[in-house]
């Protein structure tokens, strides 16, 4: 059996204004020329100073709120090539933000799993002055 090879990515929907709102979407994929995935796999997404989750959801996922991190867990069977539902973390911008702010993201899988080395992402999201 072929062990599957997960990655991770991160985007976000900004510019964001200081005193607004914002989302992160966070994706899983399965490479195509790596096996299946049917092992638990966590998101762990890190949020800066100055954004506070409001809620995280994603179709599959079970996801918790502590602090300025967001964890996911998903049990989902995914096929090589397939992505995993995004995750959508919607976010508050505080009012004295400014410049760009930077989320990090990291994925684990319970067992073995091809390359670790894409196993975390990054988001810059500008904060623009209200």
């Known amino acids: 059996m072929t062990v599957a090879d997960l990655t991770v990515t991160a985007s976000n929907d900004g510019p964001w204004a200081a005193g607004g709102i914002g ?8 490479s195509p020329t790596h096996g299946s995935s049917e092992k638990l ?9 100055g954004v ?4 995280a959801a994603g179709e599959g ?8 991190t967001v964890n996911c867990l998903s049990t989902r069977a995914v096929a090589p090539g397939e992505m995993f539902p995004p995750v959508v973390v919607k976010v ?3 009012r004295h933000l400014s410049g760009t702010v930077t989320a990090r ?3 684990s899988v319970a067992g073995a799993e091809a390359d670790t080395t894409n196993n975390t992402a990054t988001s810059d999201a500008e904060v623009l002055p209200n």
């Open 41 to 49: 796999v966590n998101l762990t997404h890190r949020l800066p100073s």
């Open 23 to 30: 989302s992160y979407t966070l994706v899983v994929s399965a």
């Open 92 to 94: 508050s911008v505080s």
């Open 52 to 55: 506070t989750a409001e809620s």
């Open 105 to 107: 993201t990291g994925l």
């Open 61 to 68: 996922w079970s996801c918790s709120i502590s602090g300025h």
